[in-house]
């Protein structure tokens, strides 16, 4: 059974830094594309940064030069680093598995970031 399971999340200043963990278990990591994704209250969620099989990644501009992807494939683990947070990088944090061969998508439960002024 796929399952994701992020951490690390909680209440930071402006300013501040987090990272954030996703631990998967039931499928080989290292042959999905992995990202976070975000979504602040009463609005859609975002892409904030994925990371492609092959170590591709990509940010989005909100993010860019704060936030860092990156994954441990022995350990099964994605992470997020943020640093130089922002009020506006509140919301609640979804890590997510694609399988490259087929397109299933997997979610974790997401993780709560609350950054205040």
């Known amino acids: 059974q796929v399952q994701l399971v992020e951490s690390g999340g909680g209440l930071v200043q402006a300013g501040g830094s987090l990272r954030l963990s996703c631990a998967g278990s039931?499928?080989?990591?290292?042959?999905?594309?992995v990202g976070w994704y975000r979504q602040a209250p009463e609005k859609e969620r975002e892409l904030v940064a994925s990371?492609?099989?092959?170590?591709?990644?990509n940010y989005a501009d909100s993010v860019k030069g704060r936030f860092t992807i990156s994954r441990d494939n022995a350990k099964n683990t994605i992470y997020l680093a943020m640093n130089s947070l922002k009020p506006e990088d509140t919301g609640v944090y979804y890590c997510?598995?694609?399988?490259?061969?087929?397109?299933?998508?997997?979610w974790g439960q997401g993780t709560q970031v609350t950054v205040s002024s």
């Open positions: 039931g499928f080989i990591w290292s042959i999905f594309n």
């Open positions: 990371l492609t099989s092959g170590s591709s990644v």
């Open positions: 997510n598995a694609v399988r490259t061969s087929s397109g299933r998508t997997y």
